[in-house]
C-alpha cells in the first residue's frame, strides 16, 4: 500500500503577466503512490515554505474533478498523462520511481499566464456570455414535465454538457482553438426543445465571439476530444458545424 | 396488538411531555431579554399553507424606473448567489457579483451530485408540499423554523420548471418524462438528477442566466476577488471591501444592499468534503459587525466519504448519497474478519453472505440503508469504534453493489452511477464493481450560519444572506437533495421578493460615494489586519497549524462531543489562535497574487468559528440531528432532545475580541406540527 518514489520536478515559475517565465527544477523524495498530483504539489509547497521561498502557484479548488479550476500541462499532456480525469483526480502511481516529471501552465493565446501555473480563462466565460444560454427569465415558465424529451437526446445533451470549462480542450489544440468548448454548449442546448428556439443564432454568435478573442480554427486534429477530462466527444463538433452552416444559410 | 397500544400509550406522553415542554420555554423565554419573537423574526400571521400567499400580497414593490437606480452587491456565485444575482439583474436592479474563483461557474455548488428534492409527485407515490415540509422538519430534528420550510418546499416545484427551461439536462424515463429517485429520510421518490452532476447541471443553469445579465451589461463580475469586509453606515450595509486577488490590491464597492451567498464553514475542519478555497470569513466578517452566528455547532457529517488515506491528504472526497438506493452498508458480523481485512489479509467480497453484518438494515428496518445521514454516520462509527472497520485504519465500512449488479445488471448500475465508480477507482485505485467500496464519515455540509428573518435579512439592515450561509430551513440535519434546493429557492424565489420589501424604502437614497469615513475605516482595518499578518513572520506554514486545528475539530467538536472534550478543545483552539498570531509565516507581498496570504485570511477566521462551534455546542446539552452530546442519548445510542430547554435557535452576537459572545434565543414553536422522536426504524 505505503509505497513512495522519488521524482524530479521541471515546474514553470513567471513571476507576473509580463515577467520572463522559466523552468526551475526541484527535488521530491518519498512521495506516497497514493497521494494525488495536487496533493504532491501541496509538499512541495510546504518544503519551499519551510525554506522560506515563494511556493509555487497553481489553481484547483474542488479537487474532485468537477470545477474546472486545476489545469497544469504535465509531461506534454493536460491534466497528465492519465486519461478522463482532472490533474486534481490524477495520482503518483502513474508516475515511476525517479521520473522526470514537467509542469506547464496552459499554453494558448487565450490564457495568459497571470502566475506561474496560473492563467485567465475569463475568455471561456466570454464566450457563454456571447449565447451559451437559453434567454428566460425566472418565473412563468411552463411544467417541467410538459415537454416530453426522448431519453437518448436527454442523454446526449447531458454528455455534452459534462464539459467543466477547463481549458484543456484550447491547450490541447495546436491551433489553440476552442471548438470543443463551443460544441459542447451549442451541442446541449441544440438537443433539448427548450434550447431549439435560439439554437442558430447561439451558433453564430459563440463562433464569433471565439473567433474575436484570438482563439484558433478547428482542423479536426482530434487532440482537444483526447484530452478532455469529461470525454466530451468530437462529435459535438460536427453538430456545431452543422448548426453553424444551416445558421448562414438561413441569412 | 398490545405493542401497538403500548406505542401509543409512549407516542400520547411523549406528545403531553413535549406540549408541556413547549409552554415551560415560552414562559422561561418570555420574561427574558435577549429573546427573538416571532415578530422579530417578520413570520407572517396566518396558517402554514397561507403565509408566503400573505406575504407577497402585502410587501412592498419597488417599480421599474427605481429599480433601476438601485445597486445591489451579492458576494458568490454558488447556486444562491448566482441565480441571486441573475434574477435581481432580470428584474432590473444593477447587481454587483463576485467570487474568489476565475469564474463564477466554479463555485462549489457544482460538486453537489445527488440531486434536487420537489414535491412534484410526479412518481404518484404520496408526495405533496407538506409531506415534504413535514421529512424537511422532522429530518431537522425539529429544530428548524416551520415557516420557512413550508415556504420552501411550497416553492421547491418552480425550482424544477424552472431549470428545465433552462436547459438543464435532468435524467428521463424512456416516455421522456423526468426520472426521480429516493433520498435519505424520505420514503418517497422526489429527487430529480442529472447523472452523479446534480450540481453542476443547476450551478450551470444558474451562470448560464447570470452571463445573459452579464452581457446585457446588468451585473458587472468581478471574478478573483475576496470580501474581506461589510461596510455598515448608520446602521445599514452600504458596500463591502474586497481584495483583487490577481493584484492584491484593496477596492471599495457600494451597494444599496449586500447580499451574501458565501457557503459553509466546514473547512473550520481542514479536512471535509468542500472545495479547498471554501470558508466562512465572509460569515465571521458580518459576524463581527453586528449580525447574529446561528446555531454554529450544527455541522452535517456525510456517511459515504472515501476514507482518510495518508497525512499529507488535503480533502475528502464525497460519494454521492444516491449510492445508498442501491448500495448496501455492512461490516463482518465476525472480528476475526475484521482483523483480517484491517491487515490486508481478506477482501470485502471474500466475506462469505452469512458473515456479513448489515447494521444499518438491522437497527432501521423501515429506512434501512436510506436513513438520514447523521444517523448513518453516528451508525459507521460506532462499528468501527467497536472494532469492525474495514481497512487499514480500522476507520471505514463497506458500500456494496454486489446485489444491484446481479439484480439489474452491471450495464444499469454504471448508467446510474458510473462517474461515482470511475471517481472512486482512480482515488483508491480498486474496481468497485468487483469489491465493495470502502466508505467513512466526513464533514460535509453546515446547517448552522448567519441568522436570517424570514425575509434573509440578517439583523444588519440591507443585509441579506443565502444558501448555506444563512442558518435557515435545515435544523440540525440536513436531507439529502435539500441544499440545492434551498440555494436555488432562496435565490430564484425568495430573495428576489423580499428584497423589495428592504429596497422600497431606499429609493431615495441617492449612490454613496465611496470616500465616506465607514469605507475609509473599514478599508484601513482590513489593511491592519493584512499588514499584522505579513509582519510575523514566524516558522509555521497556515496549513500546517490548519491541520492542527482540524484535528481539534474532529476529534473533539466531530461526531461524538462532550462537556469534557468541548472545553478541552475550547482551550486548544486559544492556543492555536495564539499560535497563529505569533508563528504563521507568508512569503511573498500582499501587492501580489499570493494564495498564502488569502489562505492566512481564511484560517485566521476558522480559528475563531470553530472556537465559536465548540462554544455552541458546549451550551448545547442535547444531541439533536447532527449534534451528538454523548451525555444525552437513548439507550440505543439515538439523540436525545431536551425540548424543554434547548427547543430554540442559538444566536450569538459578537462582543468584541476575546470576550464572550452574548447568547440570545429564537425560540422554536412548533404550531402546526407535533415534535416526535425521530424513528426510522418502524
Known amino acids: 500500500m505505503d509505497k513512495t518514489i522519488n521524482i524530479t520536478l521541471r515546474v514553470w515559475r513567471q513571476a507576473g503577466p509580463k515577467a520572463k517565465g522559466g523552468f526551475q527544477t526541484y527535488k521530491l523524495e518519498n512521495v506516497s503512490t497514493d497521494s494525488s498530483f495536487l496533493e504532491m504539489l501541496d509538499i512541495l509547497n510546504e518544503k519551499l515554505i519551510s525554506e522560506r521561498k515563494e511556493p509555487v502557484a497553481f489553481d484547483h479548488d474542488c479537487r474532485e474533478g468537477i470545477c474546472g479550476m486545476c489545469s497544469l500541462y504535465i509531461n506534454g499532456h493536460p491534466h497528465g498523462p492519465d486519461t478522463s480525469i482532472t490533474t486534481c483526480q490524477l495520482h503518483m502511481r502513474k508516475f515511476k520511481d525517479g521520473e522526470v516529471i514537467t509542469v506547464e501552465p496552459w499554453r494558448s493565446a487565450a490564457f495568459p499566464v497571470i502566475k506561474d501555473l496560473i492563467v485567465d480563462r475569463r475568455a471561456y466565460d466570454k464566450i457563454i456570455q456571447a449565447g451559451g444560454f437559453i434567454s428566460v427569465n425566472t418565473g412563468g415558465v411552463p411544467d417541467a414535465n410538459s415537454i416530453p424529451i426522448p431519453k437518448a437526446k436527454a442523454d446526449e445533451a447531458m454528455d455534452a454538457a459534462s464539459c467543466i470549462g477547463c481549458g484543456a480542450c484550447a491547450a490541447a489544440c495546436k491551433n489553440g482553438s476552442a471548438m470543443l468548448f463551443v460544441a459542447a454548449k451549442v451541442s446541449q442546448l441544440a438537443l433539448l426543445p427548450q434550447g431549439r428556439v435560439e439554437a442558430a443564432k447561439r451558433a453564430k454568435a459563440m463562433v464569433a465571439k471565439m473567433d474575436e478573442l484570438g482563439f484558433g480554427n478547428c482542423t479536426n486534429t482530434g487532440a482537444c476530444a483526447a484530452e478532455c477530462p469529461k470525454n466530451v466527444s468530437l462529435s459535438n463538433i460536427a453538430r456545431l458545424n452543422r448548426e453553424f452552416i444551416c445558421a448562414k444559410f438561413q441569412d | ?682
Open chain 2, 1 to 682: 396488538m398490545a405493542k401497538k397500544e403500548k406505542v401509543a400509550k409512549v407516542a400520547k406522553t411523549v406528545t403531553a411531555k413535549v406540549a408541556k415542554a413547549a409552554k415551560t420555554v415560552k414562559a422561561a423565554m418570555t420574561d427574558k431579554k435577549n429573546v427573538i419573537t416571532p415578530a422579530d423574526a417578520k413570520i407572517p400571521a396566518g396558517p402554514l399553507a397561507e403565509k408566503w400567499t400573505n406575504y407577497k400580497t402585502h410587501q412592498k414593490l419597488v417599480n421599474p424606473a427605481n429599480k433601476r437606480r438601485l445597486d445591489v452587491i451579492v458576494v458568490g456565485t454558488g447556486l444562491a448567489g448566482a441565480s441571486a444575482a441573475a434574477s435581481l439583474a432580470e428584474l432590473g436592479f444593477n447587481v454587483l457579483n463576485f467570487c474568489i474563483q476565475d469564474s463564477p461557474r466554479r463555485a462549489h455548488s457544482i460538486a453537489a451530485q445527488g440531486g434536487i428534492n420537489a414535491a412534484k409527485n410526479y412518481q404518484n407515490d404520496g408526495d405533496s408540499v407538506y409531506r415534504l415540509f413535514y421529512d424537511t422538519i422532522k429530518g431537522g430534528d425539529y429544530r428548524a423554523r416551520e415557516a420557512n420550510v413550508y415556504r420552501l418546499a411550497e416553492v421547491s416545484n418552480s425550482i424544477i420548471d424552472q431549470c428545465v427551461a433552462q436547459g438543464v439536462p435532468f435524467a428521463r424515463e424512456y416516455g421522456g418524462l423526468l426520472d426521480n429517485r429516493s433520498f435519505g429520510g424520505s420514503q418517497v421518490s422526489r429527487t430529480f438528477y442529472a447523472k452523479g452532476q446534480t450540481g453542476q447541471q443547476l450551478l450551470l443553469g444558474a451562470y448560464s442566466a447570470l452571463s445573459r445579465q452579464i452581457a446585457k451589461g446588468k451585473v458587472k463580475m468581478y471574478s478573483r476577488y475576496e470580501m474581506l469586509d461589510v461596510v455598515v453606515i448608520e446602521g445599514r450595509a452600504r458596500g463591502i471591501i474586497a481584495r483583487n486577488l490577481v493584484t492584491g490590491k484593496i477596492e471599495r464597492f457600494f451597494g444599496h444592499a449586500v447580499v451574501v451567498g458565501t457557503g459553509g464553514y466546514g473547512n473550520a475542519f481542514f479536512l471535509s468534503t468542500n472545495a479547498i478555497a471554501s470558508n466562512g470569513s465572509v460569515a465571521l466578517q458580518v459576524y463581527k459587525k453586528g449580525a447574529y452566528f446561528a446555531n454554529p455547532c450544527y455541522a452535517q457529517i456525510h456517511p459515504t466519504c472515501i476514507p482518510v488515506h495518508g497525512t499529507f491528504q488535503s480533502k475528502l472526497t464525497l460519494m454521492s448519497e444516491s449510492l445508498r438506493n442501491d448500495g448496501r452498508i455492512w461490516v463482518p458480523k465476525k472480528l476475526e474478519d475484521a482483523k483480517a481485512l484491517q491487515a490486508g489479509k481478506l477482501k470485502g467480497r471474500d466475506i462469505p453472505e452469512e458473515d456479513r453484518d448489515y447494521y444499518l438494515e438491522r437497527r432501521y428496518p423501515a429506512f434501512g440503508n436510506l436513513v438520514p445521514r447523521d444517523v448513518a454516520s453516528r451508525a459507521a462509527k460506532e462499528r468501527c469504534d467497536a472494532g469492525y472497520g474495514v481497512n487499514a485504519t480500522g476507520l471505514a465500512v463497506f458500500l456494496d453493489f454486489s446485489d444491484a449488479i446481479q439484480r439489474l445488471g452491471r450495464d444499469v448500475v454504471a448508467e446510474r452511477y458510473g462517474n461515482l465508480f470511475q471517481m472512486y477507482e482512480k482515488i483508491v485505485d480498486e474496481n468497485p464493481y468487483e469489491n465493495p467500496m470502502m466508505i467513512f464519515p466526513a464533514i460535509h455540509y453546515t446547517m448552522g450560519g448567519i441568522w436570517v428573518d424570514y425575509e434573509l435579512q440578517t439583523s444588519i439592515k440591507g443585509l441579506f444572506c443565502i444558501g448555506e450561509a444563512n442558518f435557515s430551513d435545515h435544523g440540525a440535519n440536513r436531507l439529502g437533495a435539500s441544499a440545492l434546493m434551498q440555494g436555488l429557492a432562496d435565490g430564484y424565489f425568495v430573495l428576489p421578493y423580499t428584497i423589495q420589501n428592504y429596497l422600497a424604502d431606499q429609493i431615495q437614497v441617492p449612490r454613496m460615494s465611496t470616500d465616506l469615513p465607514e469605507f475609509e475605516e473599514a478599508e484601513k482595518a482590513v489593511e491592519q489586519k493584512i499588514a499584522k499578518l505579513m509582519a510575523i513572520q514566524g516558522s509555521r506554514s497556515v496549513d500546517s497549524i490548519h491541520r492542527e486545528l482540524g484535528l481539534v475539530m474532529w476529534d473533539f467538536v466531530g461526531m461524538g462531543r462532550t462537556a469534557e472534550g468541548l472545553n478541552k478543545a475550547l482551550k486548544k483552539i486559544r492556543d492555536i489562535k495564539k499560535l497563529f498570531w505569533s508563528e504563521v509565516f507568508i512569503p511573498g507581498t500582499a501587492d501580489d497574487l499570493n494564495i498564502e496570504l488569502e489562505k492566512a485570511l481564511r484560517l485566521a477566521d476558522f480559528i475563531e468559528i470553530g472556537e465559536l462551534m465548540a462554544l455552541d455546542a458546549l451550551n448545547r446539552e442535547e444531541s439533536c440531528g447532527g449534534h451528538f452530546r454523548e451525555e444525552y442519548q437513548t439507550p440505543e445510542g439515538e439523540t436525545l432532545r431536551q425540548d424543554d430547554k434547548f427547543s430554540y435557535v442559538s444566536c450569538w452576537k459578537y462582543n468584541g475580541e476575546d470576550i464572550e459572545p452574548t447568547l440570545i434565543k429564537e425560540p422554536l414553536d412548533y404550531e402546526f406540527t407535533e415534535r416526535m422522536t425521530r424513528n426510522y426504524k418502524a
